[in-house]
């Protein structure tokens, strides 16, 4: 068996992926984390780490060239085994690298699948998954195509962007053009979608080798698009296990991220189930573990760390070894979240046995319960949201996005 000290790099834009780092440290592994000078006084998991790189400013203004320069230093006395990407916006930034420092890994082709909305769309649609109807936004005519042939209303969202930041909802043709010409030069970096009501669901997997090892389907009770434009409460849970819904969404996963040239890793894809006709669509996909404490819920409902066994993968293939993912509990378990005006909001009379997990962020209340019946966290959230909404949820303007990925 080959022992020897792999040494990974890892990426990340935010305060995340502290799991991560240290299962790959403590499977006997150097790890070095690059980040932003703006994180420098969160608590990373130093003593995992061998050491950390700040850039200047935070994503989009990182100087890439530098970060070439930099990581191509660190190469001199190190053979870099990988480059991770922790986060969505972090994705560009190591395709970059491994393609111009040939270190294998996803590449910037396929990188786009999973961070360009119009990306994804097309290579869905090409491999026969079903996706709303939608448009870029590059050609007057097509877009005349789309709005006098597509029933409204429908969406406009920004094509490298996460979760639900800067989609605008359009309901005629007039408006859609109004907010087209307003985007001005940066009309390229959208894309117009049909809306489609329904529910919206999230698969959130683990991949070794082209292989879907692990998938786990929750569904949101409110949607990250609802919570970004209306505020209020986040709550999500995990489905009933082979349910109709948690087989088809598992099939249509399968079909992405096989379309999508996924090899190994985390992946959190999103679909919905359109009310109308009861099928299901793909929205979008990312190479990574799924934000909003959604890791914390899906270990909650199966046992399965996914920070932690995407380092074991990680740690497998570098070192040419086999993984096995370990036995999945089949239990269930919810989150719910937001923003709070206490900094330190006191949750204590939340009581009950199912509580599992405290959101530990200042100026957020939330938690995760567990249960083995499907029906009991589901009771928990609804009660645990209307007694958050009367006591501590507050709300904030959503960011306006002045530049783009």
Request: proline share 3%; aromatic share 12%; glycine share 10%.
């Given at each position: 068996m080959n022992t020897d000290t792999k040494t990974f790099i890892c990426i990340s834009n935010f305060?995340?992926?502290?799991d991560f780092m240290k299962q790959l440290n403590e499977l006997g592994n150097k790890v070095y984390l690059i980040t932003s000078e703006k994180l420098k006084e969160k608590p990373w998991p130093q003593e995992h780490l061998e050491e950390i790189f700040y850039m200047s400013g935070q994503d989009l203004d990182w100087n890439l060239e530098h970060l070439l320069l930099g990581v191509a230093d660190l190469m001199k006395s190190n053979k870099i085994e990988s480059i991770i990407a922790l986060d969505?916006?972090?994705?560009?930034?190591?395709?970059?690298?491994?393609?111009?420092?040939?270190?294998?890994?996803?590449?910037?082709?396929?990188?786009?699948?999973?961070?360009?909305?119009?990306?994804?769309?097309?290579?869905?649609?090409?491999?026969?998954?079903?996706?709303?109807?939608?448009?870029?936004?590059?050609n007057d005519e097509e877009i005349n195509h789309f709005a006098d042939n597509v029933s409204a209303p429908w969406v406009l969202k920004p094509r490298s962007e996460a979760s639900a930041n800067g989609i605008i909802k359009v309901y005629d043709k007039e408006n859609l053009w109004n907010h087209i010409h307003e985007l001005g030069e940066n009309r390229s970096r959208y894309l117009v979608e049909?809306?489609?009501?329904?529910?919206?669901?999230?698969?959130d997997g683990l991949n070794l080798e082209g292989k879907t090892l692990s998938c786990t389907v929750s569904k949101y009770l409110s949607t990250p698009m609802e919570i970004s434009q209306g505020g209020g409460i986040f709550r999500s849970a995990n489905i009933e296990y082979n349910s109709n819904d948690d087989k088809a969404i598992q099939?249509?996963?399968?079909?992405?991220?096989?379309?999508?040239?996924?090899?190994?890793?985390?992946?959190?894809?999103?679909?919905?189930?359109?009310?109308?006709d009861g099928e299901i669509y793909?929205?979008?996909?990312?190479?990574?573990?799924?934000?909003?404490?959604?890791?914390?819920?899906?270990?909650?409902?199966?046992?399965?760390?996914?920070?932690?066994?995407?380092?074991?993968?990680?740690?497998?293939?570098?070192?040419?070894?086999?993984?096995?993912?370990?036995k999945k509990r089949k239990e269930y378990a919810g989150i719910v979240l937001t923003l709070s005006k206490f900094e330190k909001p006191d949750l204590s009379s939340f009581d009950d046995a199912e509580v599992c997990f405290r959101v530990p962020l200042d100026y957020h209340a939330g938690m995760i319960v567990r249960s083995k019946k499907h029906a009991k966290v589901r009771e928990l959230l609804d009660n645990y949201a209307e007694r958050l909404t009367k006591d501590f949820s507050t709300t904030a303007d959503p960011e306006q996005l002045k530049k783009f990925h």
């Open positions: 305060f995340k992926g502290g969505d916006y972090d994705v560009e930034k190591a395709t970059f690298l491994r393609e111009n420092l040939r270190i294998p890994g996803m590449g910037q082709t396929t990188g786009r699948y999973f961070r360009d909305k119009l990306a994804m769309r097309k290579r869905a649609m090409d491999a026969g998954v079903l996706v709303p109807a939608f448009s870029a936004l590059f049909q809306f489609k009501p329904g529910d919206v669901y999230h698969a099939k249509a996963n399968a079909q992405v991220m096989k379309a999508f040239g996924m090899k190994s890793g985390a992946t959190h894809t999103e679909f919905i189930k359109n009310r109308e793909f929205l979008e996909t990312s190479s990574r573990v799924g934000g909003a404490h959604l890791a914390e819920m899906v270990e909650a409902a199966t046992g399965i760390n996914l920070w932690a066994e995407w380092a074991k993968i990680e740690n497998a293939l570098a070192r040419g070894q086999e993984y096995q993912l370990p």
